[in-house]
């Protein structure tokens, strides 16, 4: 793989006021990329440094699975946002929370209701699993690629994503994630 995080899909301060410049730089400055750090030491002169990023995540365990996982994890987070993103969607997504959910509405509560149910650190996910759309929930580094499903967006759940804008006040957070910021262009191409 290649030992460099993606750029950011966008400036550090194009999130706020929903998301700080200062929440960006400490996220993806100390955090996401401290997962690269610590995985590129994890791995030095083994053979599955040669291996992608996905391919290491699905096949690895222990410190080098969490780290791994944990690079994937962020970068699907940050291009699960956009700047004026959030509200319902479009198209045939729509159709499908539609087909699924009853209404965007019902979806809006499952999710927000799932990733505030999240106990600890984690993240919340839309996915496919065998056709349908669903939304899970993931503790720690666990994600939903390990199982096979195709995400379309992720909230991260773990404390440092929302602190220092909404202290302890996850619900906050994820009211201003599904309304201001999910960048549903990136969970539609997803859902192709
Ligand atoms: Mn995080």
Redo the contacts with the bound molecule.
């Keep these: 793989m290649k030992f460099e995080l993606d750029p950011l899909p966008y400036a550090k301060s194009a999130l706020a006021p929903h998301l700080t410049e200062e929440t960006l730089s400490f ?1 993806y400055d100390k ?1 996401h990329s401290a997962y690269m750090n610590n995985l590129k030491k994890l791995l030095e002169g083994k053979p599955e440094a040669e291996k992608s990023l996905e391919e290491i995540v699905k096949t690895s365990s222990g410190g080098i699975f969490n780290n791994a996982a944990q690079v994937w994890n ?1 970068t699907f987070y940050w291009n699960s946002m956009r700047p004026s993103g959030g509200g319902e969607p479009t198209g045939a997504l729509a159709e499908a929370i539609k087909r699924d959910f009853g209404s965007y509405a019902e979806f809006r509560g499952q999710f927000h209701t799932a990733a505030l149910g999240q106990f600890g650190s984690g993240w919340a996910w839309l996915v496919v699993d065998s056709g349908k759309l669903k939304i899970v929930t993931t503790g720690n580094a666990d994600t939903p690629l390990v199982k096979g499903l195709k995400c379309l967006f992720t909230a ?1 759940v ?1 404390e ?2 929302y602190y220092i804008d909404y202290r302890n006040l996850r619900a906050k957070y994820l009211d201003t994630f599904l309304d201001k910021l999910v960048n549903w262009d990136f969970a539609a191409a997803n859902f192709k």
């Design positions: 996220h955090h962020h991260d773990w440092h994503a």
